[in-house]
């Protein structure tokens, strides 16, 4: 089964330290056409690039150009997301294969410095990238996490899901970053907050930042406003030895 993974190099000549970066969900499941659309971010690959990093954006089973069927957590009529935990928390340990098979992808390419690499996503990718870099520290120097969550908070099942997941992430010995924005649709800063205090109770490092959008502008799509977050961003890149 392949998968397909969309690359962004820097100029100049490699290898380059890398960063995988983690889409998200498409938002409540029951629009099968968005699972074949490639995720790929371009403030997040300018901004990384521009420093010298290689940026790699792998699409999971089923999603964008990859082989396989998209199963992360449905109903059992696939009509949308389940909010039911066990199908949720399958769903994760899914996704979670997918992410590890191209970071051993990645690590085996000549343009990639295998020693200094980041697990970064947004939403869905965000709490797989924390939890992927406890699972790898010997691939991963830190996380980036973009207001990351598996289940919406409007599930009922959203709190047992998310925050377990999150503190299995604070087995990394690696920094971490929690990029968060106010008025967000899916989680509410409270919910995230309360996840991020599971992480540090459960042995993990990181900083928790928040940001506000205009006011018409859904706070769980941060990541495509790099005015908020890129010098909080540039801080902790160069403090893992980066940038």
């Given at each position: 089964?392949?998968?397909?993974?969309?690359?962004?190099?820097?100029?100049?000549?490699?290898?380059?330290?890398a960063?995988?970066?983690?889409?998200?969900?498409?938002?409540?499941?029951?629009?099968?056409?968005?699972?074949?659309?490639t995720?790929t971010?371009?403030?997040?690959?300018r901004?990384?690039?521009?420093?010298?990093?290689l940026?790699?954006?792998p699409?999971?089973?089923?999603?964008?150009?990859?082989?396989?069927t998209y199963?992360?957590?449905?109903?059992?009529?696939?009509?949308?997301?389940?909010?039911?935990?066990v199908?949720?928390?399958?769903?994760?340990e899914r996704a979670?294969?997918d992410?590890?098979?191209?970071?051993e992808y990645?690590?085996?390419?000549?343009d990639?410095d295998?020693?200094r690499?980041?697990?970064?996503?947004?939403?869905?990718g965000?709490v797989?990238?924390?939890?992927?870099?406890?699972?790898r520290p010997?691939l991963f120097?830190?996380?980036?996490?973009?207001?990351g969550?598996?289940?919406?908070?409007g599930?009922?099942?959203?709190v047992?899901v998310n925050?377990?997941?999150?503190?299995?992430g604070?087995?990394?010995?690696?920094?971490?970053?929690?990029?968060y924005?106010?008025?967000?649709t899916?989680?509410?800063?409270s919910?995230?907050?309360?996840?991020f205090?599971?992480f540090?109770?459960?042995?993990?490092?990181g900083s928790?930042?928040?940001?506000m959008?205009?006011?018409?502008?859904?706070?769980?799509?941060?990541?495509?406003?790099?005015?908020?977050?890129?010098?909080?961003l540039?801080?902790?890149?160069?403090?893992?030895?980066?940038?």
């Amino acid at each position: 089964m392949t998968l397909e993974v969309v690359l962004y190099k820097p100029l100049g000549p490699g290898p380059y330290p890398a960063v995988m970066f983690n889409h998200g969900s498409t938002g409540t499941g029951d629009d099968p056409s968005q699972f074949r659309i490639t995720y790929t971010n371009e403030a997040i690959a300018r901004f990384f690039a521009d420093r010298g990093w290689l940026v790699a954006f792998p699409q999971r089973r089923g999603r964008g150009a990859s082989d396989g069927t998209y199963d992360e957590g449905f109903t059992p009529d696939r009509s949308r997301y389940s909010c039911l935990a066990v199908p949720a928390l399958a769903g994760f340990e899914r996704a979670l294969l997918d992410v590890d098979a191209v970071a051993e992808y990645l690590v085996a390419r000549n343009d990639v410095d295998a020693t200094r690499m980041l697990s970064a996503g947004t939403s869905r990718g965000g709490v797989l990238a924390v939890v992927h870099a406890a699972e790898r520290p010997d691939l991963f120097d830190g996380a980036v996490n973009f207001v990351g969550g598996w289940l919406g908070e409007g599930c009922q099942d959203a709190v047992v899901v998310n925050r377990p997941t999150f503190a299995r992430g604070g087995a990394s010995p690696g920094a971490t970053i929690w990029l968060y924005g106010d008025n967000d649709t899916f989680y509410s800063l409270s919910h995230s907050r309360a996840n991020f205090d599971a992480f540090i109770a459960a042995g993990g490092t990181g900083s928790f930042r928040i940001y506000m959008r205009a006011p018409s502008l859904n706070g769980h799509f941060i990541v495509n406003d790099p005015t908020l977050w890129t010098d909080d961003l540039d801080t902790f890149v160069s403090s893992i030895g980066g940038g």
